[in-house]
């Protein structure tokens, strides 16, 4: 059974930083696409990085250089870096997984974390 729990979401300043981290039970990243994603409101989920399985890390275009995925093998968890947060970056953030191939439609994904909200202050 996949389970993913989420943590590290909070309130924090504009220009500040978060990690996330997203505690993986029953997958090994060497078969599974790990992913996260963000859920604002009024707004659609959307992707924001992922880590495939050949370990390759993607992050959507609009976030480079201030979002980064990376797992520890070891503990089997997945983090995101977020730096130079703005306000609109608030959202739920999800991490979510799905096997073999990367996707960056949501709905193809298979297991989800309970999401873990950030809220960024102007």
């Known amino acids: 059974e996949v389970q993913l729990v989420e943590s590290g979401g909070g309130l924090v300043q504009a220009g500040g930083s978060l990690r996330l981290s997203c505690a993986a039970s029953g997958v090994t990243f060497d078969d599974y696409v790990i992913a996260w994603f963000r859920h604002a409101p009024g707004k659609e989920r959307e992707g924001v990085s992922c880590?495939?399985?050949?370990?390759?890390?993607l992050n959507y275009a609009a976030l480079k250089g201030r979002f980064a995925i990376s797992t520890d093998d070891a503990t089997n968890t997945v983090y995101l870096q977020m730096n130079s947060l703005k306000p609109e970056d608030t959202a739920v953030y999800y991490c979510?997984?799905?096997?073999?191939?990367?996707?960056?439609?949501?709905?193809?994904?298979?297991?989800w974390g309970q999401g873990t909200q950030v809220t960024v202050s102007s």
């Open positions: 979510a997984t799905k096997r073999y191939s990367y996707t960056g439609n949501g709905r193809l994904y298979t297991d």
């Open positions: 880590r495939t399985t050949s370990g390759l890390t």
